[in-house]
């Protein structure tokens, strides 16, 4: 660590820090914690890159939030409670506006950290010959044993999912200018997601199995569908999509594959037994968070997603997944 | 994540967990973990860049103990004991090899996991078009209220260090080709720092303040003065110096700044008032690993490391630091 970016840590992130909390103020090696008491503790790490994850001119606020609200959406899939979070930074050697794009991003941390009611803890800020990366470890809390898996599908589950599906993916092809005209909340949906943290707090008992869709409906499906050995079956119809995706997919009907095989959308995708319907039904008024079925789990190990025909939509090696 | 990446990590990474652990096999969104009872919980992340931190075409088994070991280092500096951690992976793309280095990396890993009695708890692989990146965040745990500060030196307090000083700063100036015939010895220290977890762990009720040194003695001990509003006075007669490193500035006198401007040594730098003195003696036989006094705290607000004459052998900016 260069005393450059001792006065970055000092001047950005040190006040993103709970005085007198964990992060013992960034003048430590490591952050102390006392766990909370009866309470497990959930982690997870994610790194987003320049150009891959983001692009390298989005707003440094976005970019932030956007790292942030990744990894909670893995806990809001494990019912976690945020509690705080380590950060990496690897910002390109002779960046313009070095300190105004940390300004930016520090700006962007804060305000998710009021939204979240979580805190920094710590972390690191080095230079990169390459393009600018953020390292976020998100820290959670749950209770004992009501941790949400992916492992739990039963053939015969319902399979539902949070919000609607393709938005972000559209969203980002209004960015790369193919979709026009812009749709801006396409692209609020790609650039910050809305972790359902309520939602998988909520689900304890209700779901067999949950995670969050970042790869896209038919990948993320696969993933539960493995780990249970099962299959599923999901009705194209029955997949929630927004007003703009909706209107958009009217102009670009080549893109309606986004809605299973983008990604982006970090809504909850989970599967319950036919008996919890009716909870579930409750559970999405108090909310006010669409919550609907698409489909169900079955005993043969094939992912369908089907059209009002019969016929499968996906193709290839992603359309039959054997396992 | 990519297939590819999907399979990279249920190949090299999820075998690194332990079964019914804190990971989860790597199969959900997050790992969980029932935190061990009546400890506090230390958490520290870092991260490493190729051709920075360490060299592109270094041996990707010591790459990836380096990792561990740099933040092993920062719970070693907090007293604490290796519990866990979660690794992010930015691999280049295109990268040659691409399997076997990961195979290596992964093989670096369990040794190290071994050595340290911790295991993976989970993490995210990418790719990149920049040099490959790896982000580890440990945690530990340490006994409530025993975690090891860098705030609690006093004035009078003297300063030691652990092992050697110098070494890993000249074996990199072997690697370099500034040092020739190279020292392997001096080498290993810069490629595998040793983590000074047995120390640390019994640090608390002697040392006042502690760090490990990742910068350099000049650089580390500046941020315990800044902390306690005080000065040092360090006697370079008096730094530790291995054989080799010896052997090797009979050579090359022009090297000799580097005992304590070099970085990477990860030995730990404390303060402990003088009655600990024989405490500090026994302790050092127990482990089996020198404890120095090099110096003292003083009231001014000054940072000396004086040769013999008495003259300051640090200059400019970095010699006399005002707080």
Redesign the interface.
Known sequence: ?GSGEFDLISRYFAPLTVRGG?A?DL?????????PAGR??????????A???FFADDPAEAVARKALRVNL???A??G?VPLGY?????LPKNMENREKWVAGFSAGLKNDQNIFGWSL????T??????L?V?V????T?A?GE?L???GATAGDDIYVSGTLGDAALGLKCLTGDITPKNQNLVDRYLLPCPRLELGQKLAGIATAV??I??GLA?DIG?ICG?SGLGAEIEAELIPLSGAAGKVLESFPLYKDLIWTGGDDYELLFTAPAHMADDIKELAKKLDLPLTRIGRMTQEAFIVIQDKNGSNLLHGEQGFRHF
Not at 27 to 35: C, E, G, K, R, S
Not at 121 to 124: K, L, P, S
């Open positions: 660590m964990a013992l003048t430590d090696d490591a952050a102390v914690l006392t766990p497990d503790m959930v982690f997870t790490k994610d790194i987003l890159v150009d891959i994850h959406s893995d806990l899939a494990m976690a380590l950060l990496a930074l690897a803890f710590g972390g690191d080095v230079s990169t010959a390459g393009p990366m390292s470890t998100a820290i959670g749950v004992p941790a898996r992916r492992n995670m969050d970042s790869d990948g993933h780990l």
